[in-house]
Structure formats: structure tokens, C-alpha cells
């Protein structure tokens, strides 16, 4: 995913952003197939199942480009922070319900015929999409080359501030996440509160999304971006708190105040994108957005073990939560950050959906 995302994002701006989304969920849906009957034929191999993988990393390069700024097509620019909103509800209830049917699954039927059902969501979902029928994003009249489209995307990041300002900080942001959360956070928990202590915070992240997202349905985003890194910043209590004392119910409140300014980040981010970023070169944004805040997390997961070994896990958790604090905040130094509003109506360079 990585390695093609800014190719993905050029492809997404010159071509029909559905047909993208329905060939790649299609695609993703055969190869999990290929992998479900590996699995359940007992001839897998880890080779075949990396391979296959490589396949739906590269596909998910192209479909999360194309996604991002299919909402403009899609909504009136006032409707936008709703549309926005109504997404991250679906996707936080399936972060609540989606891990418990798996688990079903998986001890029902077996972990071959879990991933045999996961593949029929994909087909299932390029079905669902059989139906939208939407332009192409608007192009420049003039034929352009990839690297040409390249370079426009770049020209947009490096000349906006809050842009680069926000994926810089994201790099280090999730570094510090994936590293100190999700490699320290359950290694400690053993020790502490326990595995089941530790699906509560999970759980408890989760639902501090959900309940967010409808509060945002009624309260509009003036600012998206110094609210949203008001909001991102709280992630650093839980990591400090684990790291300071073990008491589950402090834990939990700490996770779910995490979640929600989480989601209020990722909701403002995505509003104050899609309002200001050209609708042409929206998905290639996108794209170097991923690259700059995506390509950190390897390096969190792999460094985070060897810390806490080093150092112990509740000094690095403590420090982690402090730094991941510090830098939240100190991208709200950036003017351009913490000023920038709500853009203006405009009318979308793209018919509206055909009736029916």
C-alpha cells in the first residue's frame, strides 16, 4: 500500500473514482477467497498468503485515494461534514460488532470459512456499488503524464502549511501510536490489568468514537483543525495514565476520551480537505497524506519492542503519552493550522447524480 499510494491517487484523479472502489473491492474479494480456500484446503503457505496480501496492499492504494474524495461527488459542499460523520458511525459500530462476529467464526465454523465469509463482504460491496453511476473527477483539458500529475499533487502539499504541517506531525503521531499502544500497550497489560482489562480499553476507544460521531451530526467543525488536534492530543492520557498506574476504570475513561477526540481529529481533517483541496487533485492529496502519516507506523512497531525491553514499558509509555501531547499541540503553534475555517460553497465541477 506504501509503496503505490501516489501512483493510486493519479489514477483516482483521471478515472471514474466508483469504478476504482468496485474493481478493487472485487479484486480484494477474489484474493481473500484464494486465501480462505488455502486455509481450509490445508495447502497454505506463508509465501502464498504474503503474496496475496502484497496483492490487496496494492489494490487498497488505489481504493482509499479514490474513496477519500469520492464525498465531493457525492454530497453539497454544507452536507459534507455530515456525509463525513455518517461514514465514521459505520465504521465505528463495526469496530464494536465486526471483532465478535469474527471471533464467532472463527471458533464456530474455523478460520478458513471466517476468511471465506470476509471475502463475500468485498464481492458484496462492489455489488452494492453496481448501481452508483458518477462522473469521472474533472480533468485539465491537456493530456498530462504521471509524473506530471505527480508533481501537481506535490506543488499542493508543499504549498499549503497546514497540509505538511499536520502529515509531518502524523508521521511522528502514529509512529508513537502503533509503536507504544498497540505493540507496548497489550505486552504491558499482561502484567497489569490483564488481557481482559485491555479488550476493555479497546472497546471503551471504540465507543468514544461512536458517541462522538453523534454529537458532530449537530455541532459544526468552525475550525476543523485546531479543534481536531485539541481533540488528537487526548491520546496521549491513556499512554501516559498505563504508564503511571493500573486502575482499570481511570484506564477506561482515559481510552474513551481518546477515541472521541480521535474521531473529532480524523472527522476535521477530512472536512477541511475535501472543502479546500481542488476537487481534480483531491485523491492524489489524499495519497501523500497516507504516504507521510503511513509510512512511520513499520518504524513504530519495530523500534517500540526493543524500547520497552531497553528502558521498561512504563517509563517509554509515560514518555510516549507526553511527547505524542507535545507534538499534537505544537502543530497549533502553525497559524495556518489553527486558523484555517470552513471553506466556501462552491458549485462542484461535476454533474450530480443521475436520478434512480
Request: hydrophobic residues 55%; glycine residues 10%.
Amino acid at each position: 500500500m506504501v509503496l503505490f499510494l501516489l501512483s493510486g491517487g493519479v489514477l483516482a484523479d483521471r478515472l471514474p473514482r466508483v469504478l476504482l472502489i468496485r474493481g478493487g473491492n472485487l479484486v480484494m474479494g477474489l484474493t481473500q477467497g484464494a486465501v480462505a480456500w488455502l486455509v481450509i484446503s490445508g495447502h497454505a503457505e506463508l509465501w502464498m498468503l504474503v503474496v496475496l496480501e502484497a496483492v490487496n496492499g496494492t489494490v487498497s492504494a488505489v481504493v482509499f485515494p479514490a474513496m477519500q474524495g469520492l464525498f465531493p461527488q457525492l454530497v453539497p459542499r454544507e452536507l459534507l461534514q455530515q456525509a463525513n460523520v455518517l461514514q465514521s458511525m459505520v465504521r465505528g459500530a463495526m469496530r464494536v460488532v465486526g471483532p465478535a462476529i469474527s471471533a464467532l467464526l472463527v471458533v464456530g465454523v474455523g478460520p478458513g470459512w471466517a476468511l471465506a465469509a470476509d471475502a463475500l463482504t468485498w464481492v458484496a460491496a462492489s455489488a452494492l456499488l453496481v448501481r452508483v453511476n458518477l462522473p469521472g473527477p474533472a480533468r485539465k483539458p491537456e493530456r498530462s503524464s504521471t509524473v506530471a500529475d505527480l508533481r501537481e499533487g506535490w506543488s499542493v502539499f508543499v504549498s499549503n502549511t497546514w497540509f505538511w504541517v499536520v502529515v509531518l506531525s502524523f508521521a511522528v503521531l502514529n509512529a508513537i501510536h502503533t509503536g507504544a499502544w498497540f505493540t507496548l500497550g497489550p505486552a504491558h497489560a499482561k502484567d497489569t490489568i490483564g488481557p481482559t482489562g485491555w479488550g476493555y480499553l479497546m472497546s471503551a476507544e471504540s465507543i468514544g468514537l461512536l458517541a462522538t460521531t453523534l454529537v458532530m451530526l449537530k455541532v459544526r467543525l468552525e475550525r476543523p483543525l485546531l479543534v481536531g488536534m485539541l481533540g488528537c492530543a487526548l491520546m496521549g492520557l491513556p499512554l501516559l495514565l498505563f504508564g503511571l498506574l493500573s486502575s482499570l476504570p481511570v484506564l477506561v475513561v482515559a481510552a474513551f476520551l481518546a477515541g472521541a477526540g480521535i474521531e473529532i481529529f480524523s472527522l476535521g481533517w477530512s472536512v477541511a480537505m475535501q472543502e479546500n483541496i481542488e476537487e481534480r487533485m483531491l485523491s492524489r492529496a489524499f495519497s501523500y497524506d497516507a504516504l507521510g502519516s503511513f509510512v512511520a507506523m513499520p518504524v513504530g512497531q519495530l523500534v517500540y519492542g526493543p524500547l520497552g525491553d531497553a528502558f521498561g514499558y512504563r517509563d517509554v509509555l509515560v514518555v510516549s503519552g507526553v511527547v505524542y501531547a507535545v507534538v499534537a499541540l505544537g502543530t497549533l503553534s502553525s497559524r495556518s493550522v489553527r486558523e484555517l475555517q470552513r471553506g466556501p460553497a462552491v458549485v462542484s465541477t461535476t454533474s450530480p447524480p443521475a436520478p434512480g
